[in-house]
């Protein structure tokens, strides 16, 4: 498995909309908060690998 880069794009109740930047495909996929870490907001950079996410400072 691959580590991948994503931005949060939305956030609605407990669950973020996440995109994938480093794909072509630009559909977001929904991830519950409680699982990102606890500074997330919309625009933040997450890299995750293997449904663990923290934040990417790059």
């Known amino acids: 498995m691959e580590r991948h ?3 949060v794009t939305d ?3 407990d ?3 996440l995109t994938q930047t480093d ?3 630009t ?3 929904q991830v519950a908060l409680a699982l990102l870490p606890p500074e997330t907001d919309i ?3 997450l890299r995750g690998f293997m449904g ?3 934040v990417h400072k790059n």
Do not use: N, R, V
Request: aromatic share 24%.
């Open 5 to 7: 880069d994503y931005i």
């Open 11 to 13: 956030i609605q109740g």
């Open 15 to 17: 669950y973020a909309y």
């Open 23 to 25: 794909a072509d495909s």
């Open 27 to 29: 559909e977001p996929f």
């Open 43 to 45: 625009g933040t950079k």
């Open 52 to 54: 663990m996410f923290e």
